[in-house]
T-cell receptor, first 110, second 115 residues
Framework: GENVEQHPSTLSVQEGDSAVIKCTYS??????FPWYKQELGKRPQLIID?????GEKKDQRIAVTLNKTAKHFSLHITETQPEDSAVYFC?????????FGDGTTLTVKP | DAGVIQSPRHEVTEMGQEVTLRCKPI?????LFWYRQTMMRGLELLIY????????DSGMPEDRFSAKMPNASFSTLKIQPSEPRDSAVYFC?????????????FGPGTRLTVL
């Protein structure tokens, strides 16, 4: 089955700095890679996603890159703000079955 | 749209009791997913349905767990008998379109505590 590894498990940055979270996956058949943000006690919410026919996608301060050859994808957050503090999950999806990374706890210090 | 609706939001029960969690997906969505989240195991897919048919239940931990989707607007996840290790937050999510290529929208979750 699919295996997703996510790094780092915790990340602390100063407000205004950039944050990068990386994930690797094992199943070359995976073709959809969403990123979720989960605040304490809340549901995971999609913040950006990328499909296997695209190498990069950007939405304001958030971008995701995908390298299918190397089987890794990354989340980039620029100009971080305290409200970006949360747990971020990557996932790899194959035919509907999503496998999640273990999450990265991002702390943005004001 | 009201989003994915789950009930109850919190459930406290005693070991051995039957627990039923309920989910109403977003209207028009044709795929429904049940997840379990714990500190130890993270976010795990338990089972998912497409057009009310179970597609993959390989994540269901054991026979004590069962899920049904009798129609497009309702699904249940049942645990019988419940055990303390079943304590977790259970999320339901739904999506529209081809399986695996569309955004999943999560419900608020049911926090289950088994004493």
């Amino acid at each position: 089955g699919e295996n997703v590894e996510q790094h780092p498990s915790t990340l602390s940055v100063q407000e205004g700095d950039s944050a990068v979270i990386k994930c690797t996956y094992s199943d070359s058949a995976s073709n959809y890679f969403p990123w979720y943000k989960q605040e304490l006690g809340k549901r995971p919410q999609l913040i950006i996603d990328i499909r296997s026919n695209v190498g990069e996608k950007k939405d304001q301060r958030i971008a995701v890159t995908l390298n299918k050859t190397a089987k890794h994808f990354s989340l980039h957050i620029t100009e971080t703000q305290p409200e970006d503090s949360a747990v971020y999950f990557c996932a790899a999806n194959n035919a509907g079955k999503s496998t999640f990374g273990d999450g990265t706890t991002l702390t943005v210090k004001p | 749209d009201a989003g994915v609706i789950q009930s109850p939001r919190h459930e406290v029960t005693e070991m051995g009791q039957e627990v039923t969690l309920r989910c109403k997906p977003i209207s028009g969505h044709n795929s429904l997913f049940w997840y379990r989240q714990t500190m130890m195991r993270g976010l795990e897919l338990l089972i998912y349905f497409n057009n009310n048919v179970p597609i993959d239940d390989s994540g269901m931990p054991e026979d004590r767990f069962s899920a049904k989707m009798p129609n497009a607007s309702f699904s249940t996840l049942k645990i019988q008998p419940s055990e303390p290790r079943d304590s977790a937050v259970y999320f339901c999510a739904s999506s529209y379109g081809l399986i695996g290529t569309d955004t999943q929208y999560f419900g608020p979750g049911t926090r289950l505590t088994v004493l």
